[in-house]
């Protein structure tokens, strides 16, 4: 039987999720908020799923109140993964106001 991380997956399904979220809101946010990631926190878009702190500071510095939007792309993308304990341990430190 193969092996495998859960965590890895969690993390690889939140990233993607962000990813998709960022190219859906404005297709320039990605490389904005992954160069804001770098040069901030030096950290990538994986390193929030352990970090969701660094996103939402990103976010809400570079769009304000319209960073929710982003938020709920994000949910959207995750759909069903959301009940899963990690990804929801990473959505609620980045919905939480």
């Known amino acids: ?4 991380d859960e965590d890895k997956i969690q993390k690889s399904i939140v990233a993607l ?3 998709q979220a960022l190219i859906q809101f404005d297709n320039a946010s990605y490389e904005i908020v992954i160069s804001k990631l770098l040069t901030d ?3 990538h878009l994986s390193d929030c799923y ?3 702190e660094y996103l939402k500071k990103t976010l809400v ?3 304000g109140d319209s960073y929710e939007l982003v938020v709920e792309l994000i949910k959207k ?3 069903e993964f959301l009940t899963r304990k990690g990804i929801s341990k990473f959505f609620q430190g980045l919905a939480e106001k």
């Open 17 to 19: 999720a962000i990813e």
């Open 61 to 63: 510095e570079l769009y």
């Open 41 to 43: 926190f030096e950290c």
């Open 50 to 52: 352990k970090n969701p």
């Open 77 to 79: 993308n995750l759909g």
């Open 1 to 4: 039987m193969p092996s495998y």
